[in-house]
Structures are given as C-alpha cells and as structure tokens.
C-alpha cells in the first residue's frame, strides 16, 4: 500500500516562475492536507481539501497561491510569481474520511526561489 | 484558537539515557494530541497519539506520552535513548471531531551523544 506521493521532491524556481506542487494521497483517502515548513520552524497548515472541495483554506496566503484537488488526479498547490520568501518545505498529509483524525505525510517537495 | 509550545528547541542526551522532550498545548475544546518525528530530509511520521480514553499511549520505537490536563500537557518520554533516535520531534494538537487541521509546535531537535 504506497504511502503518500509527492513530486518533484525538489524544484528550483527563479523569481517570477510558477511553481506546481503534486500531492497523491493514499489509496482510500479522500482528503488532503497542504503545510509549509520554513527553514527552522514547524509546520503551518495551509489549506485543507476533499474531493472538489476547499474545506479550510485559512492558512494560504490571499495572493498567488491556489490549490485544487480535482476529481480524477493528484491535489496541485500552485504558486504563481514565485519570490524568495516562498523557499521552503512543502509537505501533503492525507486522511481517510471527515471522521479520521490521523494525518499521514508525504516526503516533501523542497522549493527553492533564486 | 490553538496552539503548542515545546520547550527546548534542542536537548542532548547520552546513549542509553532517559528521554523527555516536553509540549504544552492551548485548545478551547478537548483536544486531540500527536507526536510526529522528522528524520532529515525526510517526511513526518506518525509516533503516537492521544484521543480519547488511556491517558498514557504507547508509541513505536519504544516511546510513550501521558495526556495531563490539568497541566496542560502532552510530554514524550523513552526510558533508553538510541543513536537511531536522533531527529526532529514535533508535537501537534487538533480539534476533535471531524477531520481538521493540525497546529505544530516548533519542534525539538533531539541529539544522542555516545
């Protein structure tokens, strides 16, 4: 049974670009969770999704970013006009169903802006 | 709003000593209690967690925490430590009920010297 999927595991982006991060949860698992960890800090949650849904997106900054979780295919987060401050570690948790309360994690994606 | 605070960003420990790596928590409701482990580079993986019920869990690789909530607590312990333990802990707190968003402290970086 794979694990949550995450890919590219790193990505280099200039200032400007746009970045897409992928995230496949867990066979089963219908809801997906987006954090970010910047260097020497914990996780902050971003956005939390099910199926064709945004549930929660209390934590994605108002601009540039966007994230989806379409019927068919992996959950994107989508950064458009990358900036420095966005360097970080991107990470995809996924859960079961509305009444699951463990997380499990993917690898990562790590973003670097130059 | 909830929030964690562990104490001690980095504790450093002898092989075979005793390990306690604290998290206090703020929930206005009761809450449910995780501890995550990050190995570099890596992604979290599930350590232990508390939802309802037993007040002291059991983990794997021979952890444990006790839920106080008078105190507001969720500390982890193992009572040996190993060169293999060496990693980031971090500790996190959601709602309980329905799937939602987890709140991390800023993690504790655990270092086990020979």
């Known amino acids: 049974n794979a694990g949550v999927m995450q890919n590219p595991r790193h990505l280099v982006r200039r200032r400007g670009q746009e970045a897409r991060l992928r995230c496949s949860p867990m066979?089963?698992?219908?809801?997906v969770y987006w954090y970010r960890q910047l260097p020497e800090e914990g996780l902050k949650f971003m956005v939390y999704?099910?199926?064709?849904?945004?549930?929660?997106e209390s934590g994605m900054p108002k601009e540039r970013f966007s994230a989806e979780f379409p019927k068919e295919g992996p959950s994107i987060l989508r950064i458009q006009q990358v900036v420095r401050g966005d360097s970080a570690a991107y990470f995809c948790?996924?859960?079961?169903?509305?009444?699951?309360?463990?997380?499990?994690f993917g690898p990562g994606t790590r973003l670097t802006v130059t | 709003a909830q929030s964690v605070t562990q104490l001690g960003s980095h504790v450093s420990v002898s092989e075979g000593a005793l390990v306690l790596l604290r998290c206090n928590y703020s929930?206005?409701?009761?809450?449910?209690l995780f501890w995550y482990v990050q190995y570099p580079n890596q992604g979290l993986q599930l350590l232990l967690k508390?939802?309802?019920?037993?007040?002291l869990v059991k983990g794997i690789n021979g952890f444990e925490a006790e839920f106080k909530k008078s105190e507001t607590s969720f500390h982890l312990t193992k009572p040996s430590a190993h060169m293999s333990d060496a990693a980031e802990y971090f500790c996190?707190?959601?709602?309980?009920?329905?799937?939602?968003?987890?709140?991390f402290g800023t993690g504790t970086r655990l270092q086990v010297t020979l």
């Open positions: 948790a996924s859960s079961r169903t509305s009444d699951s309360y463990e997380q499990y």
């Open positions: 066979k089963g698992h219908s809801h």
């Open positions: 999704l099910q199926k064709e849904n945004i549930i929660d």
């Open positions: 929930s206005s409701v009761p809450p449910y």
């Open positions: 508390y939802t309802t019920g037993a007040t």
């Open positions: 996190a707190v959601s709602e309980t009920g329905t799937a939602s968003k987890l709140t």
